[in-house]
């Protein structure tokens, strides 16, 4: 019964390939959100999507992008990989009356 | 100057020692302070969250928001190995916004 899940734990790609990473809450919450954790460990705001509202952060390539088919979903698709984007990316979700956010476990991607 | 500041450590204590954590911020628009304790590999843990200033407490740990001077500890009594993490703050204006992280510090526990 985990909170905040997704798959898959560990993606290994080569440059150039299309990838998605999948996220699912069971928490009942309204607002899901993607970052990155890059190698340093910063963790860093990608998306956030809040029913039919995505706030995406300017810094985002729009080779990323989030698609949410419910609301307990929110999946991150990736085109065109590049070595940069090689990180652990969490999906976090919350209630938008709390402001408290809950992550998942990581994906941690690595592109060759 | 980054909009969330944490000294990354390591910080090393032995095991029982009061351990406080910093960090300071530049943002007015804030609102809303969480700490997250994350171990090698996994997902960031919520550990306390609070939008007023002043303390508040959860067994061993003590979140304390000072938002006049942009400052928020936490603080862990009777500290052990089990501690041993990166602790990181986080913040936000409130509703969907994304929260924005310090560095994390990482805290050793020595037994």
């Known amino acids: 019964d985990t909170a905040v899940s997704q798959t898959p734990k560990y993606l290994v790609t080569q440059m150039g390939n299309d990838k998605s990473i999948k996220c699912e809450q069971n928490?009942?919450?309204?607002?899901m959100y993607w970052y990155k954790q890059d190698s340093k460990k910063f963790l860093k705001i990608m998306f956030s999507?809040?029913?039919?509202?995505?706030?995406i952060n300017e810094t985002v390539p729009n080779r990323f992008s989030p698609k949410s088919p419910d609301k307990a979903h929110l999946n991150l698709h990736i085109n065109s990989l590049e070595l940069g984007d090689s990180a652990v990316y969490f999906c976090?979700?919350?209630?938008?009356?709390?402001?408290?956010?809950?992550f998942g476990p990581g994906t941690r991607l690595t592109v060759t | 100057q980054k909009e969330v500041e944490q000294d990354p450590g390591p910080l090393s204590v032995p095991e029982g020692a009061i351990v406080s954590l910093n960090c300071t911020y530049s943002?007015?628009?804030?609102?809303?302070f969480m700490w997250y304790r994350q171990y090698s590999r996994k997902g960031p843990e919520l550990l306390m969250y609070?939008?007023?200033?002043g303390n508040k407490e959860d067994g061993r740990f003590t979140a304390q928001v000072d938002k006049s001077s942009k400052y928020i500890s936490l603080f862990i009594r009777d500290s052990q190995p089990s501690d041993s993490a990166t602790y990181l703050c986080?913040?936000?204006?409130?509703?969907?916004?994304?929260?924005?992280f310090g560095k994390g510090t990482h805290l050793i526990i020595q037994p």
């Open positions: 986080a913040m936000n204006a409130g509703g969907a916004d994304g929260l924005t």
């Open positions: 976090a979700s919350s209630q938008s009356s709390h402001f408290e956010q809950y």
């Open positions: 928490l009942g919450h309204d607002t």
């Open positions: 943002n007015s628009a804030f609102q809303y």
């Open positions: 999507y809040n029913n039919k509202e995505l706030i």
């Open positions: 609070t939008y007023s200033s």
